[in-house]
């Protein structure tokens, strides 16, 4: 569903955007309270593909996946487009695609591809006119002006936080909505950065509840004091998948060596969390609304009639 973000940025002095990867934690995400969720190429790949994030995720599959997560929830969906999947002519292209998917905007890094995850060594950014042209011809290819384009750099990693602020201007000149600078190091970048542009600037928190070596965790006063005013927490939910499917896994190879059982209903969600979750309440009105009554007695009983 593409919903408008826009007046949800203008509307909220501060946003926080769960990273998705599947329906399930994009459900879980909204479930949760959140108002934004945002896609995490990382976790999309990983867990689509069974492989590191280094640029092999391809455009189709990841239109894709923002489709069937966008369709899942009525929150809006902030995709991630990796580097553009081109030049400039292809990401006229390529934002199409994904504002067709029903994200509510599109993130686009400078990155050379094949681009890598932005918190690991060897990155490498292109040269800032060719990501301007990437940007200016993102903001002509979309078909709202509600449909959010928004710039990521990388150059902090190979031309220092110098780069990455000259950076900044050229793609809030180029039109871009909101800046998105990855891998900051501190406070001080991030104030550099926010000061330098006139749009909302939008920092990656990871993993949002573990530090990590590359960004530190920031306190969310501290973050609205320096003037941001979007967080991702691309990392969170992959992560926390893997911590909580680890232990489930490992608690049932414990039981399987001592014959016994095992009852941890703080490890697995119960059936009717799972039926909550995935909406089948509405499935069935549906099959009242529609099967004959026969159809329904013999699949339910002579109950389900009152």
């Known amino acids: 569903m593409n919903s408008n973000l826009r007046q949800l940025l203008s ?10 990867y599947d329906c399930y934690s994009a459900l879980l995400a909204e479930q949760a309270g959140f108002n ?12 689509r593909l069974g492989m ?18 966008a369709r899942s929830v009525e929150v809006p969906v902030s995709a991630d487009a990796e580097a553009g999947y081109g030049n400039a002519a292809t990401v006229w292209y390529v934002v199409r695609e994904f504002e067709a998917a029903g994200a509510a905007s599109v993130s686009i890094e400078d990155q050379v591809m094949p681009k890598r995850c932005g918190h690991l060594q060897g990155k490498e950014v292109v040269p800032m006119l060719e990501m301007t ?22 150059a902090i990693a190979t031309e220092g936080v110098d780069g990455a602020v000259a950076r900044a201007k050229a793609y809030e000149a180029a039109g871009a909505d909101v800046i998105f600078p990855d891998a900051v190091r501190d406070g001080d970048d991030i104030a550099r950065i926010v000061e330098a ?6 920092i990656n928190m990871g ?21 941001v005013r979007w967080i991702s927490l691309s990392r969170m939910l992959p992560a926390a998948a893997i911590r909580g499917m ?27 969390e799972i039926t909550e979750l995935m909406d089948y309440r509405s499935y069935f009105e549906v099959e009242r609304r529609f099967l004959s009554e026969e159809n329904i007695e013999r699949k339910y009983g002579t109950e389900e009639k009152q």
């Open 11 to 20: 509307r909220e002095d501060f946003l926080v955007s769960p990273g998705v």
């Open 36 to 47: 934004l969720v945002s896609t995490t190429g990382a976790g999309m790949v990983n867990a």
């Open 52 to 69: 590191p994030d280094v640029g092999i995720f391809s455009m189709r599959d990841n239109v894709d996946t923002v489709r069937m997560i």
């Open 133 to 154: 042209r990437k940007i200016e011809a993102a903001v002509a290819a979309r078909y709202s002006e509600d449909f959010l384009i928004i710039a990521r750099t990388d």
């Open 197 to 202: 542009v006139n749009i909302p600037v939008r």
């Open 207 to 227: 993993f949002g509840i573990r530090t990590r070596t590359t960004t530190p965790l920031m306190a969310i006063p501290d973050l609205k004091r320096l003037g």
């Open 246 to 272: 680890s232990m489930a896994l490992k608690v049932m190879r414990e039981s399987m060596e001592s014959g016994v059982v095992a009852e941890r209903p703080d490890l697995v969600a119960d059936m009717s």
